[in-house]
C-alpha cells in the first residue's frame, strides 16, 4: 500500500512540475522576445539617428546653408530690417 500513495504523489509532483516548466518556458520566451524586440528599437533609433547627422552634415556643406552664409543672410535682414525702421520712424517725424 504504501508504494501506491508514494507513486500517485509522485505523479501529482510531476504534473505539478511541468506545469511549472511550461509556465517558466512561456516566461523565459516572452522576456527573450522583448529583449530581442528592444534591440531591434535600439538598432532603429541608433539607424536613424546615422541618416539624421548625414543628412544635416550634408546640408552643413553645402555653399548655400553653411554657416558663414546664414549668419550673413541674417545679419543682412537685420539691417535691412533696421533700416526700414528708421524710414518710418523718418517719415512718421516728418508728417508732424
Known amino acids: 500500500m504504501p508504494t501506491a500513495v508514494k507513486h500517485e ?11 511549472v516548466n511550461l509556465l517558466s518556458g512561456w516566461a523565459q520566451q ?6 530581442a524586440t528592444q534591440r531591434i528599437l535600439v538598432d532603429l533609433a541608433m539607424r ?3 541618416s539624421l547627422l548625414h543628412s544635416v552634415r550634408q546640408q552643413l556643406s553645402d555653399p548655400n ?4 552664409a546664414i549668419l550673413s543672410e541674417a545679419a543682412a535682414e537685420r539691417v535691412s530690417n533696421f533700416i526700414e525702421g528708421q524710414k518710418i520712424l523718418l517719415t512718421g517725424a516728418e508728417a508732424e
Open 9 to 19: 504523489s509522485s505523479r501529482s509532483y510531476l504534473g505539478e512540475s511541468s506545469f
Open 30 to 35: 516572452g522576456v527573450q522576445s522583448f529583449f
Open 48 to 50: 536613424q539617428n546615422a
Open 65 to 68: 546653408h553653411s554657416p558663414a
